[in-house]
Structures are given as structure tokens and as C-alpha cells.
């Protein structure tokens, strides 16, 4: 349980602040740097889709087509879960 935890915790984070992360490496190292950034920001899931407050403190309100977006991206990703998931343990024999 403490690995899960910690696993899921660190996911949440990296996932969360991968967009910030990702402007500041881009920013300011070398090319090669920008690329396994850039690698690393597509293979992981990126939480600023979910972010509403920006949206709703500066008065924008929800648009419906940001929120239909962010339900798909949602969608895509528990379907890899769930794919990855499937493919993983598909082979395990649970008694």
C-alpha cells in the first residue's frame, strides 16, 4: 500500500504541474533537454485540462467546448489505463 501511494502521489504531481515544468525546462536548457521534455509531456497525462479556478476567478466562466475536451481527454486516458491495465495483468492468475 505504501508504494501504491506513493506511486499515485507522484503521478498527481508530475501530472499537475507538467505544463509549468515543461515551459521552464523548454525555456531555459538545450535542445536535447526540450526533446525528453517534450517526450515526457506527451507519454504523461497533463492535469491543466481539469484546472477550472483560472477560468472561473478571472470571470470567463465554463465554456462548453473546453469542458467537452476535457471529458474526452479524460475518456482517452482511462481507456489507456484500462488497455494497459488489461494488457498487464491479463495473464495473471488470481486465486
Avoid: C, M, Q
Amino acid at each position: 500500500p505504501a508504494i501504491g501511494a506513493l506511486v499515485t502521489v507522484s503521478f498527481y504531481i508530475i501530472g499537475a504541474t507538467s505544463y509549468s515544468l515543461s515551459f521552464l525546462l523548454t525555456k531555459y536548457t538545450s535542445a536535447p533537454v526540450r526533446k525528453a521534455v517534450t517526450i515526457v509531456r506527451y507519454i504523461l497525462p497533463d492535469f491543466s485540462h481539469f484546472n477550472i479556478k483560472d477560468n472561473l476567478v478571472y470571470g470567463r466562466g465554463l465554456e462548453g467546448l473546453d469542458l467537452f475536451y476535457a471529458s474526452l481527454y479524460a475518456l482517452a486516458w482511462i481507456v489507456i489505463a484500462l488497455a494497459v491495465s488489461v494488457l498487464l495483468f491479463g495473464k495473471k492468475e488470481i486465486n
